[in-house]
């Protein structure tokens, strides 16, 4: 999309770009795909680190519910610790 939008502003095809161009365009949007997926990530994570909880709620009978609100809970706690920042730590050493 962002290579598409270089070339129609470059008058260019797409396959005519630049390296250079190319590469911001790659940048940008790993940029944004870390930025959508890091908060995400970060719950992710907590609850593997949790996987004794996890594993308990799981063999439950309503492990699918059980599973959101472990979720949920995991959230409701980065954010009130952290604030929406928290969603965000450690995103500098993804890339």
Request: positive net charge; contains cysteine.
């Amino acid at each position: 999309c962002l290579k598409l939008g270089a070339a129609t502003w470059m008058s260019l095809e797409v396959n005519q770009l630049p390296t250079t161009t190319s590469a911001c365009c790659g940048s940008i949007a790993g940029l944004a795909s870390a930025i959508v997926s890091t908060p995400f990530d970060l719950v992710k994570t907590r609850l593997n680190l949790r996987a004794s909880d996890v594993t308990a709620v799981a063999g439950g009978t309503a492990g699918r519910r059980a599973s959101w609100a472990l979720i949920a809970n995991e959230a409701r706690e980065i954010y009130g610790a952290q604030g929406v920042r928290g969603f965000f730590k450690g995103a500098g050493l993804r890339g």
